[in-house]
């Protein structure tokens, strides 16, 4: 069995952050915005989830018509930030690139 997933202490997620430009903390989540129309949504959102897939860790997705929100915790760790987190969020900085969504 797969060892728990251990949550970040708050000067590692900040220090994190500033790693990963454009991304924020709401609470207990990191979080990001791209304007990207409805239909490219959709193809990124299903681009996004063959990686989740793939990794066994997802996000949050809020598609809009005009745009899409990532949000990621850790569930598995109690709703907390991890490292997982993170490595998520750069991966789906690369898809949203390729789809050429625009960060907000």
């Known amino acids: 069995m797969a060892d728990a997933p251990v949550p970040l202490a ?13 991304w924020t903390r709401i609470g207990q989540e990191i979080t990001r915005s791209f304007r990207i129309r409805y239909h490219g949504g959709v193809a990124l959102i299903v681009h996004v989830a063959d990686v989740e897939r793939l990794i066994g860790h997802h996000a ?37 690139q390729a789809h050429s969504a625009e960060p907000f």
């Open 60 to 96: 949050d997705i809020d598609l809009r018509w005009d745009s899409i929100r990532f949000g990621i915790t850790t569930h598995d760790a109690g709703h907390r930030i991890t490292a997982a987190d993170f490595d998520l969020a750069r991966r789906i900085d690369a898809i949203a």
């Open 10 to 22: 708050d000067d590692e997620i900040e220090a994190r952050l500033r790693e990963l430009p454009g």
